[in-house]
């Protein structure tokens, strides 16, 4: 019995349970990776940024084969009734690229957000403790960085809404995966950011990193309805998915992966990701 046909048989065929399902599991990793502080208490620096490499790698490659080029297909197909704009239907590349700039637009927007509402954050977190001089500056850092996690698992989630919501069972399983793997470094990374931070009890941190993978369920049940109820949205859903996380990648993992020296690890990280999500792809396609 293949993997496919046992999720099918575990979770059902309707693609919206099958979304919430993607949901779960992928938030369920993200939490994984935040709890192992608990056990590995002090993982390197070179490691974090070999293992988001790896993350990055596999949004790399999930963009791609997962989402630009099945959105393309999709709305080449003579059979697709695409949207119209007067007299002309948007077909092929551009509803693809249309969701690729509005995900990408969204992701830009949420960044400023983040670091707007972490300013604010730290400005009362600086007012409170005035007195006794106790802040740290450190904790601001954790707070953006939190937030921008949370904000940067928002396209991953939908895109596995949108692979379960397309129909294609296969292709949901491997964005699934993918992206449930590449949650697990994330996860820690947030939860080693509060430790580092000097929060005290791990359990906090722990906490901080789960709570970056809770946004994942109802944005994974809202892609794979959305694709459900107008099917010719699944396109600019691909591309838009696409977009949020290639700008994730460009904007804040690889750069960051860059800042201690680790470079030449991370960029094989990324090959491996990219190599991993491949696999992915073909095996369960």
């Known amino acids: 019995m293949s ?42 620096r070179k490691w974090l940024d070999g293992s988001l490499g790896f993350a990055a790698g596999v949004m790399v490659s999930a963009s791609y084969t997962s989402l630009l080029v099945p959105g393309i297909e999709f709305a080449a197909d003579p059979a697709y009734r695409g949207l119209g704009l007067g007299p002309v239907e948007l077909r092929g590349i551009v509803p693809v690229l249309i969701g690729f700039a509005l995900g990408v637009a969204l992701l830009d927007s949420g960044d400023r957000w983040a670091h707007k509402l972490s300013f604010l954050v730290s400005s009362r977190l600086t007012e409170t ?26 396209p991953e989630a939908l895109a596995v809404g949108v692979g379960f919501g397309s129909g294609d069972v296969a292709e949901g399983l491997s964005l699934m995966l993918a992206i449930g793997i590449q949650n697990v470094p994330e996860g820690l990374a947030v939860s080693v950011a509060a430790v580092n931070a000097g929060l005290g009890r791990r359990w906090y941190a722990t906490v901080a990193g789960v709570r970056a993978g809770l946004v994942e369920v109802p944005l994974a049940v809202v892609g794979a ?61």
């Open 225 to 285: 309805w959305a694709v459900v109820v107008a099917a010719p949205l699944l396109p600019y859903a691909m591309g838009f998915a696409a977009g949020g996380m290639l700008y994730v990648i460009v904007d804040d993992i690889v750069p960051s992966t860059q800042e201690h020296g680790h470079g030449r690890v991370a960029s094989l990280g990324l090959m491996l990701g990219a190599a991993v999500m491949l696999t992915l792809d073909v095996v369960l396609g």
């Open 129 to 154: 403790d005035s007195a006794s001089q106790e802040h740290d500056p450190r904790l601001t850092s954790v707070l953006l960085f939190t937030l921008a996690i949370t904000i940067h698992n928002m």
């Open 3 to 44: 993997f496919e046909s046992t999720f099918v048989d575990v979770v059902g065929t309707d693609p919206v349970v099958q979304g919430l399902a993607g949901g779960l599991f992928i938030a369920l990793l993200n939490a994984l990776g935040a709890t192992v502080v608990l056990v590995w208490r002090d993982p390197s």
